[in-house]
């Protein structure tokens, strides 16, 4: 797991300065003359700028070290997102996540998950307003568990997953996605036996099918 956490940190890195390597490249090509600019009556499509945006979707539980007949989702998930699109191809985008309820049907003990994640947002902006996308990044989960046990409350994870995005110029900025995310988090867990204890690290998923409206200034 920390592995891959460092390798999803070296992405996150080295796609933002791919970034702006290729903004460059689009500053210039805007610096061309005049006739190959668009006509006054066309809307322009913004494929740069500052965005904020919500969602909603479904939530998903999966514990992958053990079976959990007993977890029971309640509640959809939530987002709030905001990003920066550099260009076409990349975008940095922080979520904050709430995936409702998480409980336990055998007793009272329940989860209120929640997390917030930074990932880069990497796709093609088509000419007529799609954009397939994939998101790869880093998160920190709390669990809002409803009362303190043996588990840790706090992990951190990485935030992956797909999507298609529509943002026609007619819109002007307006946009709306679909998409498929996971948090992948490992959290440690404390054994006491006769006074001595261990430490266990146990993993998890949390995901959601989500569709979210954005608009980008």
């Not at 669990?143 to 007619?170: M, W």
């Amino acid at each position: 797991m920390k592995k891959t956490i460092g390798m999803t940190a070296l992405l996150l890195t080295s796609s933002f300065a791919q970034a702006k390597f290729v903004t460059t490249e689009d500053t210039a090509k805007q610096q061309q003359p005049a006739q190959d600019t668009l006509p006054v009556h066309q809307a322009e499509q913004k494929v740069k700028g500052f965005y904020l945006g919500g969602a909603m979707g479904s939530t998903a539980f999966d514990n992958l070290d053990y079976d959990t007949p007993y977890a029971e989702e309640d509640g959809s998930t939530l987002k709030f997102i905001i990003g920066y699109q550099f260009n076409r191809v990349f975008a940095l985008e922080g979520q904050y996540t709430t995936y409702g309820d998480i409980n336990e049907t055998v007793s009272d003990y329940s989860w209120t998950p929640t997390a917030a994640s930074l990932s880069a947002n990497l796709g093609y902006t088509f000419r007529n307003g799609l954009r397939p996308f994939g998101v790869i990044g880093l998160s920190a989960i709390d669990l809002g568990q409803s009362y303190k046990t043996n588990l840790d409350d706090e992990g951190v994870g990485v935030r992956y997953g797909i999507g298609l995005e529509f943002a026609p110029a007619a819109l002007n900025g307006l946009s709306a996605r679909v998409g498929y995310e996971v948090d992948l988090f490992s959290i440690e867990y404390t054994e006491m036996n006769y006074g001595n204890g261990y430490t266990e690290i146990e993993e998890y998923t949390l995901g959601s099918f989500y569709a979210s409206v954005a608009y980008k200034f």
